[in-house]
């Protein structure tokens, strides 16, 4: 009498899962390339910096404390399958006649230093306040896990920027 040994359950479960990924893999070949981008919104975090003279928020001022009364935004997102920081938000400059001001972004990799990016900058009114929206994101085609928001001011005619406040955002 010929005898056939047992098959084991798990062995018959792992066959088929394998079929079955072989299958799909087939039908997606047939079926021709598919889009390669991958986009999806993760999360977003607040972010504020108040300093005297500078300050970055949301768009609304209020005057009798000299601060944005919001936050701007870190908005941390996949896309085209990459991890990817956009930093929007109002820059405020509020009675520092003869300084330039502007944001300050660095994007990381972790511990490497990907790209920093920098604002528009504008001089500050005599003793008045002036604001300008920003909207700063990384240009390059690399995961960014941590960006550093600093804001500048500059005495020298926007020769030379000085970091006055800095806040961290992490994926």
């Not at 070949?29 to 300050?55: N, Q, R």
């Not at 001022?61 to 399958?81: L, M, R, Y």
């Not at 230093?113 to 690399?142: G, I, K, Y």
Request: hydrophobic fraction near 40%; aromatic fraction near 10%.
């Amino acid at each position: 009498m010929h005898h056939h040994p047992r098959r084991h359950p798990r062995l018959a479960r792992r066959s088929a899962v394998i079929a079955a990924i072989a299958a799909a893999t087939v039908a997606s070949v047939a079926a021709g390339p598919v889009a390669s981008g991958w986009d999806e919104d993760l999360h977003t975090d607040s972010i504020k910096i108040t300093d005297p003279g500078i300050d970055f928020g949301d768009g609304n001022w209020f005057g009798a404390i000299n601060d944005p009364t919001g936050s701007a935004e870190v908005e941390w997102s996949v896309d085209n399958g990459f991890y990817s920081a956009r930093v929007t938000g109002w820059l405020h400059l509020d009675d520092i006649p003869g300084h330039h001001g502007r944001i300050h972004v660095s994007f990381w990799n972790y511990d490497d230093l990907v790209s920093t990016r920098h604002s528009s900058w504008r001089a500050a009114p005599s003793n008045n306040h002036d604001e300008w929206s920003v909207d700063l994101s990384d240009l390059q085609a690399v995961h960014i896990t941590e960006v550093h928001v600093c804001t500048e001011l500059s005495d020298d005619g926007g020769a030379t920027f000085d970091f006055v406040g800095c806040v961290e955002s992490y994926l």
